[in-house]
């Protein structure tokens, strides 16, 4: 054996504090986030039938009774655009914002058991969360184009060329707001468990405060509800979304500031209130 003797450098650290994001080690985990994801994809769709094809069949059927509904017995508005393709494009953003929000409220519930085994960054499950409903939102979204481009050769959808560099912004803030509304939930549900069983009550009734099966245009501008859907966080992106896609729309400035700053406080607050909870959550799941 040689005589020479290798120098170690241990460093200890304290514990994070509450404040702090620590996004830095959730990028070093970005592996462990894609592994989560693709067990997410495996697990949902094993042992079914049609496996992915319900990410094209599901909103395709969706959409359909929403014209029949919507559009032939109410007779609601499309602003001149075909029902099939409104609905898809509003359904789809909607889903989107739905996945991010409902499966995150689940963290701490779904997760638990491998939670109390091993560490990691707890928010790599948000973070693959979200990243499993991008991944069904672009499958759903290939099947729009390809029917956008069908009734655009017909003439009778105009997507905004100009506003396309839009489309991956819009979809970032739904995507950040449903995560930042999930966490949220998540967290406060590691106390209050009967809060998880609202959620999904919560999210149908935003729904249709939200001009989902009919545009914001069917409101009377300047009246109190439709100053009151202009606060609403999820107007701005999904008329926004439905100007790109169909050139059909109405952009307020004040219902997009809102958006963002709601995105904003919502994602960073849930984070915070997610790091803070989870050095203790194991002990009141």
Known sequence: MSGRSDNYHIHIEGGQSPLSLNLREIWRYRD???LFTRRT?????KQTVLGPLWLVVAPFLTSVVYAAVFKGIAGISTEGVPALLFYLCSHSLWNFFSSCLKRNSATFISNANIFGKVYFPRLAISFSTVLSALLEFLIEFGMILMILLFYALK??????LVLIPLLPFVILTTGMMGMGLGVLVSSMTTKYKDLSLLVDFGVSLWMYATPVV???SQLNEGGTLYRLMALNPMTAPMELFRKIMLGQGSINVLSVVIS???TAV???GGMLIFNKVERSFIDTI
Do not use: C, T
């Open 32 to 34: 462990l986030i894609v």
């Open 41 to 45: 994809m495996a697990l949902k769709y």
């Open 155 to 160: 003439g009778e959808a105009h997507p905004s």
């Open 214 to 216: 009919y545009p914001l």
């Open 260 to 262: 963002l700053v709601f």
């Open 266 to 268: 919502a994602l960073i």
